[in-house]
């Protein structure tokens, strides 16, 4: 097992102050390792350290990193930008994540947070029912999905008889 696996072992296991501190022993050993700074971004979002977690997540990115610890850095650092109220900031990441990964739906449910957060109601509930109406195994939803998709971009019209 690497040094690096058994770090985040301890962050699966919830012991987040000591893979926190083998993470950061990591970074001293291997400063140019984009894994190793998205998995310390995360261990900081677990932790609740989010304004502490921003520049590692973003450090990853522009180290290069990639595949799905990409898609996850992209995620978290969108979703940690929201819940700092850097609304705009986490609209920039998280298009630019839609843009790069169009299959993710999870980005999208992000997107709508903060479209709701940015007061863009309509469209959020519009990502939001599409999402639901497109996934969901529910069998009320299935029923009335294609009901539920023609209304999503239609929610303040008024149908006159």
Known sequence: MTALSEAVALREQG???EARTALRSLIDMEP????????????HDMMELEREAVPYYEKALRLGLAGE???????????TLRTLGRYEQAREVLEAAIEAYPDRRGFQAFYAMVLYNLKEHAASMQILLHLVAETSGDEGILAYRKAIGFYADK????WET
Do not use: K, T
């Not at 140019?32 to 261990?43: C, F, K, M, S």
């Not at 610890?69 to 979703?79: C, E, I, K, P, T």
């Not at 929610?155 to 008024?158: A, C, E, G, K, S």
């Open 69 to 79: 610890a990409r898609q996850g850095a992209m995620l978290g650092l969108g979703s």
């Open 15 to 17: 012991r987040l102050e």
């Open 32 to 43: 140019d390792n984009p894994e190793v700074w998205y998995h310390y971004a995360w261990v």
């Open 155 to 158: 929610l303040d019209r008024i």
